[in-house]
């Protein structure tokens, strides 16, 4: 070997041993050299390794110095859910959850709301999975229970009907305490008004992606209202008067129906029948400002007047839907692809490809329900092309 060969052979050990003290002394280092980055930059896999900031108001600032994220600009905004104390186990797992792949990054609040007090046992296996704040609230009574105005032998006769008809909770006041609550009042909640913008999350839910993006602000910036992951059809039987309720509505305040809304996704002969297509209200990320508005406070309140959350069994998800669909224009409505989604028995799972690959998701694409026969989202997607 001659002299310049043998200087080559030097200097190269020299790189190499170089590379791997700083591999193993600089967390950092090692991270953006490792061969696993490589193929992620190969492959446009987006890095997700960002420098924390602690935020000061969290009770407890997380420990672990690898939750790494510079976050310069926050929304007004908050998780809410709605559970019980025998919820318990379900929200532990939901909220690690969207932890894990969320919000250990961004931190936002928590709001948990019941109609009975929460245990301290039930606040303290809650606050232990989150450095961001987390409030427990107490509904107020009458946002909750049934009206003394309804005529209980008029409900009790449509739940004993429902019941042998043999549909789903079709013989429970709580379930149609808690559709109408969702209607028309967690965003009452004192807990609740400080904030503009809640992502609804129930007990056992899962999140199957990283958020790469703060969906908050994608929100704010895109100027969107409401936004889903699944859509699909409604029981009739628990809504059989609604929709003419809904064309009641319209014909008392046709001020509040919005230009381009999305009335030719709700129904296919211009408004005459409602397919039963509806986002479905477990997932929701949305602006309250648009619930405690004219338009829908007047709508939800002309609803309720008409006792069909207690004589029948309309849900929050056609309620919301219908809102949205009528009184905002429909580009204020968003799907998300990339919030990789499960709430029992179906998902919603990025199709395969961008979103997929940069959410590093667990879900199978091919299990997806946005094509299933029961799902709405190819009448959404033929809707937004027209
Ligand atoms: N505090 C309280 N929360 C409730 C009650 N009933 C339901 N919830 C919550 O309200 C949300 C919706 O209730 P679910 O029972 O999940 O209703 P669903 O999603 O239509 O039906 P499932 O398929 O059973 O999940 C969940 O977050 C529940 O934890 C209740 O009586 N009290
Ligand atoms: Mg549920």
């Given at each position: 070997?001659?002299t310049?060969a043998?200087?080559?052979?030097?200097?190269?050990?020299?790189?190499?041993?170089?590379?791997y003290?700083?591999?193993?002394?600089?967390?950092?280092y090692?991270?953006?050299?490792?061969?696993?980055?490589?193929?992620?930059?190969?492959?446009g896999?987006?890095?997700?390794?960002?420098?924390?900031?602690?935020?000061?108001?969290?009770?407890n600032?997380?420990?672990?110095?690898?939750?790494?994220?510079?976050?310069?600009?926050?929304?007004?905004?908050?998780?809410?859910?709605?559970?019980r104390?025998?919820?318990?186990?379900?929200t532990v797992?939901?909220?690690?959850?969207i932890?894990?792949r969320?919000?250990?990054?961004?931190?936002?609040?928590y709001v948990?709301l019941?109609?009975?007090a929460?245990?301290?046992?039930?606040k303290?296996?809650?606050?232990?999975?989150?450095?961001?704040?987390?409030e427990?609230?107490?509904?107020?009574?009458?946002h909750?229970?049934?009206?003394?105005?309804i005529?209980?032998?008029?409900a009790?006769?449509?739940?004993?009907?429902?019941?042998a008809?043999k549909?789903?909770?079709?013989g429970?006041?709580?379930?149609?305490?808690m559709?109408?609550?969702n209607?028309?009042f967690f965003?009452?909640?004192p807990?609740?008004?400080?904030y503009?913008?809640y992502?609804?999350?129930?007990?056992?839910?899962?999140f199957h992606?990283?958020?790469?993006?703060?969906?908050?602000?994608?929100?704010?910036?895109?100027?969107?209202?409401?936004?889903?992951t699944i859509?699909m059809?409604?029981f009739?039987?628990?809504i059989?008067?609604?929709?003419?309720?809904?064309?009641?509505?319209?014909?008392?305040?046709?001020?509040y129906?919005?230009?381009g809304n999305?009335?030719g996704?709700?129904?296919?002969?211009?408004?005459?029948?409602?397919?039963?297509?509806?986002?479905?209200s477990n997932?929701?990320?949305?602006?309250?400002?648009?619930?405690r508005?004219?338009a829908?406070?007047a709508?939800?309140?002309?609803?309720?007047?008409?006792?069909?959350?207690?004589?029948?069994?309309?849900?929050?998800?056609?309620?919301h839907?219908?809102?949205?669909?009528?009184?905002l224009?429909?580009?204020?409505?968003?799907?998300?692809?990339?919030?990789?989604?499960?709430?029992?028995?179906?998902?919603?799972?990025p199709?395969?490809?961008?979103n997929?690959a940069n959410?590093r998701c667990?879900?199978?694409?091919?299990r997806?329900?946005?094509?299933?026969?029961?799902?709405?989202?190819?009448?959404?997607?033929?809707?937004?092309?027209?």
């Amino acid at each position: 070997m001659n002299t310049s060969a043998r200087y080559l052979l030097i200097i190269l050990g020299l790189i190499i041993s170089i590379h791997y003290i700083l591999s193993f002394t600089h967390e950092s280092y090692g991270r953006a050299t490792s061969l696993s980055n490589l193929k992620n930059h190969l492959y446009g896999v987006d890095d997700d390794y960002i420098t924390f900031v602690p935020n000061p108001d969290a009770p407890n600032a997380p420990s672990d110095p690898s939750e790494h994220l510079a976050i310069d600009r926050r929304a007004n905004a908050t998780f809410v859910i709605l559970c019980r104390n025998s919820d318990l186990e379900g929200t532990v797992r939901s909220i690690r959850q969207i932890e894990d792949r969320f919000n250990r990054r961004y931190q936002y609040p928590y709001v948990l709301l019941n109609e009975v007090a929460f245990t301290d046992d039930f606040k303290n296996r809650i606050k232990v999975l989150t450095a961001a704040k987390v409030e427990f609230g107490l509904i107020p009574h009458d946002h909750w229970y049934q009206p003394d105005w309804i005529d209980e032998d008029h409900a009790t006769k449509g739940r004993e009907k429902m019941e042998a008809d043999k549909i789903i909770y079709g013989g429970s006041v709580s379930y149609r305490n808690m559709c109408r609550f969702n209607s028309g009042f967690f965003y009452r909640h004192p807990l609740m008004q400080k904030y503009r913008w809640y992502w609804r999350i129930e007990p056992d839910v899962h999140f199957h992606c990283n958020i790469n993006q703060d969906p908050f602000l994608f929100m704010e910036d895109n100027n969107k209202t409401y936004s889903f992951t699944i859509t699909m059809y409604e029981f009739e039987a628990t809504i059989p008067t609604l929709w003419g309720e809904v064309h009641n509505f319209m014909k008392l305040h046709p001020e509040y129906i919005a230009e381009g809304n999305s009335m030719g996704f709700m129904s296919d002969n211009g408004g005459e029948k409602y397919n039963l297509c509806h986002f479905w209200s477990n997932f929701e990320i949305a602006d309250m400002d648009f619930w405690r508005g004219e338009a829908y406070s007047a709508f939800f309140d002309y609803l309720d007047s008409k006792g069909g959350f207690y004589y029948e069994r309309w849900g929050d998800a056609p309620v919301h839907s219908i809102g949205a669909a009528l009184f905002l224009p429909r580009s204020r409505i968003h799907f998300w692809d990339e919030i990789g989604y499960e709430h029992n028995p179906y998902t919603h799972c990025p199709k395969l490809g961008k979103n997929w690959a940069n959410g590093r998701c667990s879900c199978d694409p091919g299990r997806s329900f946005d094509y299933d026969g029961y799902s709405c989202m190819s009448k959404w997607d033929r809707f937004i092309e027209q």
